[in-house]
């Protein structure tokens, strides 16, 4: 058996780790590979040094969880192969293409877990694109792991449990929050009792951090549409409402996001079969409750599956290695597998009640105005999709992004890709699962041109 | 004024680096965006109309955030941990 190349694990989030631990106590030695410099991956990210923060500053309720995590990974050291800062943007032919210290290697592998995560899903909006915009998680990266604020005066804005998360994060650090304005209304936010019986301890928490907000004095307003970011250079303050119930703050920081997207290329890349899922609004690789795609060998775990959150991620991660280690004829604890896959359907049912409390904005694709620009690396504006749909006849996503350049740029779509597929759909009056979905090509993150001719006359030889 | 404002890691130790041919101080622990951000307003120009960029996700998935060294290398600033001596130029668009 030592003759079979090693596992494979992409991630070094909550799922890859539990994924990594799992097989490590079968006797197995995966490869680990993330991008990161260190494990944890988003929620349970490190600082570069250590800041005179505790965990329980930086990770809050979670502080156990993030400890845990990173101990238990610590500990597998010398009994499976790490690469961190190593991105991992190929895969073909059973071979993964790692670039790595400005190098690029192929590595086989037998058995492939791709726990790749997620990140914010956005809507355009006018200025979103100014200096002073980030992400949620964006804003979070600064302030957690690089000790930083986004502004001295800063405003979150979208949906999402993130939103009220990142909002009181700054708030407790100390930060100004100027308002939290919400999406949806408030009314959704009664869907959240439904969710007592499944998580009450979840829902208490974001009842009590709401509460705590309005307390120090941050404004929330619900409903929030017609939002504008004000300014020329950077980000000077946002308007929202309607004209005649204009609504206007001054700000020198925003934080949006509309909850998340999984990461999903390669899962493409590696041959997987998507459907689309009507709860993400996305296509996702179909998988099994295990973890299993509809290629052997290649497992799913955590966000990068479909949206579920950290907790959800740490189960999955280890049930993905069960079926890993079932497939291959050793020894798993069936028993284990069960109750992780019951845990997770519980934490599935709660997801779908976080949805109807934190609901995707419906009137987007309707009212974005022409100008707006969709694709920030292309540089192109919803106009621009929209006389392509109408001049090309255009009803699918691949096709409008070779008329139309939304979606070809350096991001591959990430942070464009959700609000083309829902514009196209809204113009076309289809149905968002009939535009289909961006292909993702090889690297699915830039890397230098040179390391990827090297990598491909490699190959051809 | 700058964009980013330190709440941790102000005491840390200085590195020293170029921005634009100025000399410049970020402090241990820094990635390149927080190190550029905590000067300045902007981190790069757009590719084609060249508009004021900063940055967007801070974990590598926009590419927004990408900056040159003088020697031509480019760095996902998000992602790149500052080194003392780095040559950084910014608002320099895509090479043609
Ligand atoms: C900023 C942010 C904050 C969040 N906060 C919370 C929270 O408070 N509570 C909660 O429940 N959920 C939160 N989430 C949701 C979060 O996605 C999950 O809870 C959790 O992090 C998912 O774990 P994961 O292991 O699936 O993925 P992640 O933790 O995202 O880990 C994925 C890892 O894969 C690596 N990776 C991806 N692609 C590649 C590649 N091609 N090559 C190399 N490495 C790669 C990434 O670098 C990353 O480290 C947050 C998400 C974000 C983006
Ligand atoms: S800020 Fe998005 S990739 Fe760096």
């Known amino acids: ?461 | 004024m700058p964009l980013l404002h330190r709440i941790a890691r102000k005491d840390h130790r200085p590195i020293g680096f170029v921005l634009d041919g100025a000399p410049c101080e970020g402090r241990e622990g820094d990635t390149l965006l927080t190190a550029i951000l905590a000067q300045r307003e902007r981190l790069r120009a757009s590719d084609f109309s060249g508009e004021p960029r900063a940055g967007f996700c801070q974990m590598g998935a926009c590419q927004d955030c990408w900056v040159a060294l003088e020697n031509g290398e480019r760095l996902r600033a998000c992602s790149t941990a500052l080194v003392a001596g780095m040559r950084i130029v910014t608002g320099q668009r895509r090479a043609a």
């Open chain 1, 1 to 461: 058996m030592s003759e079979r190349p090693q596992p494979l694990i992409v991630g070094a989030g909550p799922a890859g780790i539990r994924a990594a631990q799992a097989l490590v106590a079968a006797g197995l030695r995966p490869l680990v590979v993330d991008e990161a410099p260190a494990c944890g991956g988003q929620i349970y990210r490190q600082r570069l040094v250590p800041d005179g923060r505790s965990s329980r500053d930086l990770y809050g309720s979670e502080a156990v969880k993030a400890e845990a995590l990173h101990r238990d990974f610590a500990a597998l050291a010398g009994r499976l192969d790490y690469w961190p800062q190593s991105l991992l943007w190929n895969l073909r032919d059973g071979r993964a293409d790692i670039m790595a210290e400005g190098t690029s290697r192929q590595v086989a592998y037998d058995g492939l877990v791709l726990a790749t995560g997620a990140t914010d899903r956005i809507l355009p909006i006018p200025g979103w694109t100014l200096p002073g915009v980030f992400t949620l998680g964006g804003a979070q990266i600064a302030l957690k792991s690089q000790g930083c604020a986004i502004g001295n005066r800063i405003v979150f804005l979208g949906s999402g449990p993130l939103l009220y998360l990142v909002a009181w994060q700054h708030m407790k650090a100390g930060v100004a929050v100027a308002a939290v304005l919400d999406t949806a209304p408030f009314s959704a936010k009664f869907n959240l009792l439904r969710g007592l019986p499944l998580f009450p301890e979840i829902v208490l928490r974001g009842m009590r951090m709401t509460a705590e907000l309005r307390l120090a004095g941050v404004a929330l307003h619900y409903g929030v549409g017609d939002v504008r970011i004000l300014g020329e250079e950077r980000v000077e303050g946002i308007a929202w409402g309607a004209a005649g119930s204009e609504r206007r703050l001054p700000c020198d920081g925003i934080g949006y996001g509309l909850a998340l997207r999984s990461e999903t290329q390669l899962a493409d890349l590696a041959g997987c079969r998507f459907a689309f899922n009507a709860r993400d609004r996305a296509f996702l690789p179909e998988r099994d409750a295990a973890g299993r795609t509809s290629m052997p060998g290649v497992y799913l775990a955590g966000d990068g599956a479909g949206i579920a959150g950290a907790d959800a991620a740490e189960r999955a991660g280890e049930l993905a290695a069960l079926a890993l280690l079932e497939d291959r004829g050793l020894p798993h604890d069936a028993a284990r597998a069960q109750v992780l896959e019951a845990e997770l359907a519980r934490i599935g049912h709660f997801r779908e009640v976080l949805e109807s409390a934190f609901p995707f904005p419906p009137h987007w694709a309707t009212a974005v105005a022409d100008e707006t620009m969709l694709c920030r690396c292309e540089e192109v504006r919803a106009g621009e999709v929209r006389r392509a749909v109408a001049g090309f006849g255009v009803h699918e996503l691949n096709r409008l992004k070779a008329v139309s350049r939304v979606g070809m740029g350096r991001c591959q779509g990430r942070i464009c890709g959700a609000a083309a597929a829902e514009l196209l759909a809204h113009e076309t009056g289809r149905d968002l699962a009939a535009v289909g979905r961006l292909r993702s090509q090889a690297p699915v993150k830039p890397i230098p041109l040179t390391l990827a001719l090297d990598a491909h006359r490699e190959a051809a030889e």
